[in-house]
């Protein structure tokens, strides 16, 4: 597994195309799948934040926060965009974040990037996680229908 800081640092050209696509609308969206407790998955949006160093997220008291906090694996997946067929996914093991001058931060970030929204700082209920990378796809289309994509994978070591 790897943090998207030394993802960045290993393959910019994933990192660059992913940030592009997860930020695509302006700030962080994108679906989040988790494991439900029976082993089904569960799919739902969220908001990724981006920093130079790592891929996070504020998990608001869910079936989803559940699921993260006793089986951390996960599947983000950008949004559709309007023009192509172009996506980007990662896979890997979200893990709890506990410092609290990091989640003032994130938090702070989080804020910024809407601030035309005038969301509200996230909660003490929020879950704050962070995703370490096993896996990225990162898929290119000339437009919608195109027969011949380009995928680009990645794995992680581990």
């Known amino acids: 597994m790897t943090s998207w800081g030394e993802l960045g640092r290993l393959r910019p050209d994933l990192t660059g195309g992913g940030r592009a696509l997860l930020y695509q609308h302006g700030v962080g969206l994108a679906f989040l799948a988790t494991i439900r407790r029976d082993g089904g998955p569960r799919l739902h949006p969220f ?7 790592a891929m996070y997220g504020f998990i608001i008291p869910s079936p989803k926060q559940e699921d993260l906090r006793r089986d951390g694996r996960f599947a983000v997946h950008s949004f559709p965009t309007q023009d192509n067929e172009d ?7 979200a893990s709890v974040v506990s410092d609290a001058a990091l989640r003032q931060a994130l938090g702070e970030q989080f804020v910024r990037e809407r601030a035309d929204l005038g969301v509200p700082f996230p909660s003490d209920q929020d879950l704050l996680v ?5 896996s990225c796809l990162w898929t290119r289309t000339k437009g919608f229908g195109d027969w011949n994509p380009r995928h680009e994978v990645w794995r992680s070591h581990r």
Do not use: H
């Open 47 to 53: 908001c990724p934040l981006l920093t130079d160093d």
């Open 87 to 93: 996506a980007f996914c990662v896979t890997g093991l």
């Open 130 to 134: 962070t995703f370490a990378i096993e």
